[in-house]
């Protein structure tokens, strides 16, 4: 019923820059999310976004290179990353929660399958 559908990763350059989109069907949540996921590391989040008013949050890690936004039309929500570094390497999830304001991976009940973001230096 729900289903969450991650696009848009790939290899970049370090400095580079790539936008991610998750395509979002079955119903609307009140918070959508990016997590992402290094080998060995614990999931992170990455950046969310409240559905109604457009809200986003994001960390200090990536604030200021990361923008997160939503076309209610079209029921994606984006992610466009800039100024990339090989740290910034991991696979990418969109998540989805009703949870008001949510930070946490926890926080989220969908998930989609990820995108693969890989920066080379």
């Known amino acids: 019923q729900v289903q969450l559908a991650e696009s848009g990763g790939g290899l970049v350059q370090a400095g580079g820059s790539l936008r991610l989109a998750c395509a979002a069907s079955?119903?609307?949540?009140?918070?959508y999310g990016w997590f992402r996921q290094a080998p060995g590391k614990e999931r992170e989040f990455v950046a969310a976004?409240?559905?109604?008013?457009?809200?986003?949050y994001l960390p200090n890690s990536v604030k200021g290179r990361f923008t997160i936004s939503r076309d209610n039309v079209k029921n994606t929500v984006y992610l466009q990353m800039n100024s990339l570094a090989p740290e910034d390497t991991a696979i990418y999830y969109c998540?989805?929660?009703?949870?008001?304001?949510?930070?946490?991976?926890?926080?989220?009940?969908?998930w989609g399958q990820g995108t693969q973001v890989t920066v080379s230096s």
């Open positions: 998540a989805a929660t009703n949870t008001i304001p949510a930070l946490k991976v926890y926080s989220y009940n969908y």
């Open positions: 079955g119903r609307t949540f009140s918070t």
């Open positions: 976004i409240s559905w109604t008013s457009g809200a986003t």
